[in-house]
Structures are given as C-alpha cells and as structure tokens.
C-alpha cells in the first residue's frame, strides 16, 4: 500500500479555517485516521472515517470544529478545521487504521500506519 501523503497546513489567524488533504493510490479501501502532534507532546488522534465514509468519529470535544470527509473517486480524504485556535498548532498526520471505533470512549484507531511527512499547522496572531 502507498504511503500517505499529507497538505494544506500553513499559517492562519486565530477564528480561520483550513482543509488538510491525505492522499494516496489505493486509499479507498482503508478506514483513515488523522493524528496531531502539538510542539512537545505526543501524536494523539483527531479523527477517523470509514472506508465508505458512512461513519466518523471525533476525539472528545473536537466534533463540531474538526470535520472528517472523504472523496474515493479522488483516493483523498480531508479534514476541515474551522475557528482555528493556537492550541491546534501541530503537525497533522493521517495513517491507515486496521481497527477503527465508531462509538464513544473508544480508541479511535488501532494500530495506525503508512503515516506521510506530516503538514504543519500553525495558529497565531
């Protein structure tokens, strides 16, 4: 399977929005994770989406701000983040995920791979 490759991170101002892109060849078939790490701390998960796209699932208090899509005709998945604040400064990540959970208090992917270089995503004013 081809390794992921992540974009559309850059510089925005606190209340802005961006949309990352995870593409690769073959991506469609897979459950997709993103992950975020924060300067100095460790990679946590964000998001997944099915391989069909009919379910998703936020980490805690992220729902509503951060939202998970995929277009398979494009092998591409996406997470849209909106009212951006400095505390979601990180680089992002998306991975294949062998075991998604889809419900609650579950850990939301489970053994993820494939990661890319990761995007940057920075939130200043």
């Known amino acids: 399977q081809s390794q992921l490759v992540e974009s559309g991170g850059g510089s925005v101002q606190p209340g802005g929005s961006l949309r990352l892109s995870c593409a690769a060849p073959?991506?469609?078939?897979?459950?997709i994770a993103w992950f975020r790490q924060p300067p100095g701390m460790d990679r946590a998960a964000v998001s997944v989406?099915?391989?069909?796209?009919?379910?998703?699932n936020y980490a805690d208090g992220l729902k509503g701000r951060f939202r998970i899509s995929r277009e398979n005709t494009r092998n591409t998945v996406y997470l849209q983040i909106t009212n951006l604040r400095p505390e979601d400064t990180a680089i992002y990540y998306c991975?294949?995920?062998?075991?998604?959970?889809?419900?609650?208090?579950?850990?939301?992917?489970?053994?993820?791979w494939g990661w890319g270089q990761g995007t940057q995503v920075t939130v200043s004013s």
């Open positions: 991975a294949y995920c062998d075991v998604a959970a889809f419900l609650p208090d579950q850990e939301l992917c489970v053994r993820p």
């Open positions: 073959g991506l469609n078939s897979h459950a």
């Open positions: 989406i099915s391989s069909s796209g009919s379910r998703t």
